[in-house]
């Protein structure tokens, strides 16, 4: 039968874990590979990914496979596009990978910091079409908040799919780099059977701003700032960057990163020569402090608000080399991905708290814009490439609804526009589509620092409580100041008697709370960093004096 299964697996009704598989008879077609992020509800969670189960059930080894990958595309190089790679490719059969330059490069970093053996390919927009198995594509540059970022239009026997990942249609983007809608046009002409748009920008009317604006911001901003200019953002966010060094250059700053991720994507972006880095004007870390604040601009990873991130720590005084002053200013270079807002508003109050000044986009927009099209830029594609079928992607229902309003005062009929969850099957042929199957989804979670993939959190917790035991620490603090009131209950279970001194233990981990928390002497405004601060102390003391690693519950109660 002539039919093509159209499968997501992640990226629908959520804005991350992106992954799509297009099936054609024995053949399935994948783009991209993305990871999602926990949030403070999910202990013992860092990252989400997509559920491959489906894959790995029918996609067996040679001689028995139901069905076979024929490759790969990625959009661009954003980590819920590209982050799960690592995790996820050791578990499937050899295919070809195919991205453009920076995506390509970003991806591969990652794999070799996995010791992965996979590679991706490199694909430049002039290059003529590519075929993989039964399919064939071409990559459409297309502006977004980081460079190379593409459309795929995607040929199979059925029809034509216009794949349309994030984007905005940026008129003056900062690297000059422009939309190619001449090749969009073209894709349209040859006949699209549906096009799977980016919707994030759905409630938005008009257009999404273009970055070039933000150049000045920066600018007249530094200019004022009397102490270290520190900016966090989207590691990934090239040509943010680029506009960052520029204002330094022109203000007189030398520029640091900070944060393992950004070092890592500014080195790529540096050897593909996409980052303009002159070396007399960057400053490692450990030599930040031989410059007077004035002259140093500090760029950050951490603008979602990770626990772990390097503007966390600062944010705590935690960090080596970054000391807050009340002449610093701090501008939040980007948004909160959907979900992150309570962690990003509770870093935002504890920088506040530390006397300097922070910038943030519900309170000003002059730092950041948006890297996903408003509704005139989505109209906009909708009538370039003129689809009989549209899905919107990457955003939450009410983006994807919000979509839907907007096709259908286009012209299209409602059931033109497919509202789909992940799993959902949807089957094209004869010209027309209809719902499939329903493929069972589940949340996917894994610790980042080991890489383990974790069935549930719950099974983790069980296999170390069965394994090394538990130790429950009911702690009261207080709100005022930070710090103890009394002495903490330590509540050990499941460790031998003999394997410990009990007063001697409870003296010790007393006296590393009691020198963990004295530096934090200030109304408490997050409670989940003082959860968990108490909770790694109790870990590194039981680990050091019992080589034991139990499960370690902190009981944090306010008073």
Not at 434 to 444: A, D, P, S
Not at 503 to 520: C, E, G, T
Request: with cysteine; proline share 4%.
């Amino acid at each position: 039968m002539n039919t093509l299964s159209f499968i997501p697996l992640g990226g629908i009704g959520d804005v991350t874990k992106n992954m799509y598989l297009y099936e054609y008879n024995d053949q399935i077609l994948i783009v991209d590979c993305g990871l999602g992020f926990a949030d403070e509800s999910m202990l013992g969670v860092d990252l989400l990914l997509p559920d491959i189960s489906y894959l790995l059930k029918t996609c067996l080894p040679a001689g028995k496979a139901k069905k076979r990958i024929a490759g790969m595309l990625l959009t661009h190089g954003h980590e819920d596009h590209i982050g799960a790679l690592p995790f996820l490719l050791p578990q499937l059969s050899d295919f070809p990978i195919f991205a453009t330059p920076l995506a390509a490069g970003f991806a591969n970093e990652k794999l070799k910091e996995f010791n992965t053996k996979k590679t991706v390919q490199v694909v430049n927009f002039n290059e003529p079409e590519k075929s993989v198995g039964s399919f064939s594509f071409s990559f459409i540059p297309v502006t977004h908040s980081i460079p190379d970022t593409s459309h795929i239009f995607i040929k199979t026997p059925v029809g034509n799919f216009y794949h349309g990942s994030d984007f905005k249609f940026d008129e003056t983007p900062y690297d000059k780099k422009l939309t190619d809608y001449g090749k969009i046009e073209k894709a349209g002409l040859t006949g699209t059977m549906c096009l799977l748009s980016d919707c994030l920008g759905a409630e938005r009317e008009g257009r999404t701003p273009s970055e070039i604006g933000l150049t000045e911001h920066f600018d007249r901003e530094m200019r004022d700032c009397r102490g270290k200019f520190i900016v966090t953002t989207y590691s990934s966010n090239i040509s943010r960057l680029n506009q960052i060094i520029d204002a330094s250059s022109k203000n007189g700053r030398r520029v640091c990163f900070v944060g393992r991720s950004l070092v890592k994507n500014t080195e790529v972006a540096r050897n593909l020569g996409y980052l303009n880095l002159k070396k007399d004007i960057e400053v490692e870390i450990d030599a930040s402090r031989n410059y007077p604040d004035n002259k140093l601009t500090l760029i950050v990873a951490g603008s979602q608000g990770q626990e772990n991130s390097a503007l966390t720590r600062i944010a705590n005084g935690e960090h080596r080399d970054v000391k807050l002053r009340e002449e610093d200013v701090i501008i939040f270079s980007s948004d909160p991905i959907p979900g992150n807002e309570t962690s990003v508003y509770e870093l935002v109050d504890t920088l506040t708290r530390r006397g300097v000044k922070v910038i943030y986009s519900p309170v000003n927009r002059d730092f950041h814009v948006s890297g996903h099209g408003s509704l005139d830029e989505l109209e906009q594609l909708i009538n370039l490439v003129k689809p009989k079928k549209l899905i919107p992607i990457g955003g939450q229902f009410r983006h994807m609804f919000a979509y839907k309003k907007m096709a259908e005062k286009l012209g299209y009929k409602k059931n033109d526009v497919l509202l789909l969850e992940d799993g959902q099957e949807l089957l094209f042929g004869n010209g027309d589509v209809k719902l499939g199957r329903t493929i069972q989804v589940k949340n996917v979670y894994v610790d980042e620092m080991s890489g383990e993939e974790l069935e549930s959190f719950v099974l983790r917790d069980r296999q170390k409580l069965s394994e090394a035991g538990i130790i429950i620490i009911l702690a009261e603090v207080d709100s005022n100041n930070g710090q103890l009131v009394g002495n903490p209950d330590v509540i050990i279970r499941g460790l031998a008697p003999s394997a410990y001194d009990s007063k001697r233990l409870n003296s010790r981990l007393m006296h590393d709370f009691h020198k963990a928390l004295n530096p934090h002497k200030a109304r408490v405004t997050n409670w989940i960093y003082i959860r968990k601060l108490i909770g790694e102390v109790a870990e590194r003391r039981i680990f050091k004096d019992l080589r034991r690693r139990p499960l370690v519950l902190p009981v944090v109660i306010e008073v």
